[in-house]
């Protein structure tokens, strides 16, 4: 993709199995620049299935640590490593604890997961904002979620268009702040309102904030079992604003 903004969903699941849906994974495309946003199991083969070899990204973002968010970064970096290798930097972004993280899965991995290259990362506070430049000249815009592991929610700009993730968070006003106007809200909703998960939104919750902030348009992702899709979509909706649930391959894009 030679310019514009282009958003992939790689998968709009969550840490159980399901034959049609990945765990937390997406591709962001500008300018010729390829970004992996998190990366469950099996992310790489699908980021294969849409036309990216994943030794060739020019970054990695993550939202959080959590392994349904984080599962594929080990074989992400084995890949690099393997004949031929990848020579050139994968920088990583992500909040503060990710290089403790890092460390200690180079200390379990050792050779295997040091691409030559190496994996510069830049850490993003969990105090308040955060600001980074990312390939394809994205600016990306950080501020902590209501959750754990390093929790941030996301938002990607490139010239008027903004795309939010909310990663897993509980009910958070800095979500509100960051997805306020935005093209597209990309917005977890793991609980049903009779049963929430603590750390989650549920489909009153997320009604809540974007009627708050009024984005465009709506994708819901990682929606739990115990879950009614339809009736979660029908709340959220009753915020006036576009909404549907996102399904892997399911693809956002401008310009």
Wanted: aromatic share 6%.
């Amino acid at each position: 993709m030679s310019g514009g903004l282009r958003f992939t969903v790689l998968g709009s699941g969550t840490a159980k199995p399901d034959p049609a849906r990945g765990p937390t994974g997406f591709l962001l495309q500008a300018h010729g620049a390829s970004v992996l946003i998190d990366g469950g199991s099996g992310t790489l083969h699908r980021l294969a299935r849409v036309g990216v070899d994943a030794v060739e990204l020019d970054a990695g973002v993550y939202s959080h640590r959590h392994v349904d968010h984080s599962g594929d970064f080990v074989p992400l970096l084995f890949a690099m490593c393997v004949p031929p290798k990848r020579t050139r930097p994968y920088p990583v972004f992500a909040g503060e604890g990710f290089d403790a993280f890092h460390l200690g899965l180079r200390e379990v991995y050792g050779k295997w997961i040091r691409p030559p290259g190496g994996v510069p990362l830049t850490t993003l506070p969990l105090d308040g904002p955060g600001l980074a430049l990312l390939p394809g000249g994205v600016t990306l815009r950080t501020l902590p979620a209501n959750h754990s592991a390093g929790a941030l929610h996301l938002r990607f700009e490139l010239g008027p268009h903004a795309i939010v993730f909310s990663g897993d968070t509980g009910p958070s006003d800095n979500l509100v702040e960051l997805a306020a106007g935005a093209d597209l809200l990309v917005c977890e909703c793991a609980g049903s309102d009779a049963e929430p998960i603590g750390g989650h939104l549920t489909p009153s919750a997320v009604r809540d904030l974007v009627a708050e902030a009024q984005p465009e348009e709506v994708w819901l992702t990682h929606f739990y079992p115990h879950v009614d899709v339809h009736a979660a979509v029908e709340r959220v909706a009753e915020a006036g604003v576009p909404v549907r649930r996102a399904a892997d391959g399911d693809v956002w894009a401008v310009g």
